[in-house]
């Protein structure tokens, strides 16, 4: 597995935006290759947000935050990143990272959290 670290969450109004940071690191960082990011509301099931390739940046999003949140990565810092923008209430979650191993086709890997409160 690999160690992963978010930072970047808070408490902000409608509209607001913010950008969450997910620092990757381990000895077996090079059998992933995909980290994305889910959340989870209180009272409700784990969602997928978001998620992207290390090796060619594609990425793919949910319907929820297309056009509103986007996901990138610097791979010299193996670190991903996602900018939320135009946030809304029921954005309101614990977001968290994970890397996917390829070599079992799982997340398997998964950060702490950090909260995103977002007030109308």
């Known amino acids: 597995q690999v160690q992963l670290v978010e930072s970047g969450g808070g408490l902000v109004q409608a509209g607001d935006s913010l950008r969450l940071s997910c620092a990757a690191s381990g000895r077996t960082f090079n059998r992933y290759d995909m980290a994305a990011w889910f959340r989870q509301a209180p009272g409700k099931e784990r969602e997928f947000v978001a998620r992207?390739?290390?090796?060619?940046?594609?990425?793919y999003y949910s319907d929820s935050v297309k056009g509103r949140f986007t996901i990138s990565r610097d791979n010299a810092k193996n670190t991903v990143y996602l900018q939320m923008n135009s946030l809304k209430p029921e954005d309101t979650a614990v977001y968290y990272c994970?890397?996917?191993?390829?070599?079992?086709?799982?997340?398997?890997?998964w950060g702490q959290g950090t909260q995103v409160t977002v007030s109308s």
């Open positions: 992207i390739t290390w090796s060619g940046g594609s990425t």
């Open positions: 994970a890397a996917r191993n390829s070599l079992v086709n799982k997340y398997d890997s």
